[in-house]
């Protein structure tokens, strides 16, 4: 049984700054994935950025210089450091694990809200 906690949404100011943490629990392949993804109200869930195990990094564009994924492998957790927020940032933010190429789980989701 897989777990993936989230933590770190708010509401915070344009140009402001937020944190996101994912914590993922249970048997984890050691070839994986995390990443998060976005849903904002009326639209598709989106990538918004993933890292490998290996450390691989990519980003959706319109976040690229502005957000910055990690993750630490001994506590199985990913961040997501989001900086100069937008307002089109606002959104419910998923943390997403891929593991062994095969499974894949969800977090609940962490509410970001970017007030003008």
């Known amino acids: 049984q897989v777990q993936l906690v989230e933590s770190g949404g708010g509401l915070v100011q344009a140009g402001g700054s937020l944190r996101l943490s994912c914590a993922a629990s249970?048997?984890?392949?050691?070839?994986?994935?995390m990443g998060w993804y976005r849903q904002a109200p009326g639209k598709q869930r989106e990538l918004v950025a993933q890292?490998?195990?290996?450390?691989?990094?990519h980003y959706e564009a319109s976040v690229k210089g502005r957000f910055t994924i990690s993750r630490d492998n001994a506590k199985n957790t990913v961040y997501l450091q989001m900086n100069s927020l937008k307002p089109e940032d606002t959104a419910v933010y998923y943390c997403?694990?891929?593991?062994?190429?095969?499974?894949?789980?969800w977090g609940q989701g962490t509410q970001v809200t970017v007030s003008s």
């Open positions: 997403r694990l891929l593991s062994a190429g095969i499974y894949i789980y």
């Open positions: 890292i490998s195990s290996g450390g691989s990094t």
């Open positions: 249970g048997t984890i392949s050691s070839i994986n994935n």
